[in-house]
């Protein structure tokens, strides 16, 4: 009886300790994600102000009479 308790306490405490590495990597990619997610946001803004800046460059051209 006492090899059983001891192999279910062992096998709880593999448990625990597994748990508590995937909430470590759970937060540290919860982390990831979110400084990702920033990065997306501005690298759009950039590409939404390049685009604007290209427009305004192309209305500038004239145009030719082929």
Do not use: C, F, V, W
């Not at 390049?50 to 209305?59: D, P, S, V, W």
């Amino acid at each position: 009886m006492d090899s059983e308790l001891d192999g279910l306490e062992e096998k709880l405490a593999q448990l625990l300790r597994r748990l508590e590495a995937l909430r470590d990597e759970n937060r540290e990619l919860r982390q990831q994600l979110a400084s990702r997610t920033d990065e997306n946001a501005r690298l759009g803004e950039k590409l939404g102000a390049a685009r604007t800046r290209i427009e305004a460059l192309l209305k500038q051209i004239p145009e030719t009479e082929s």
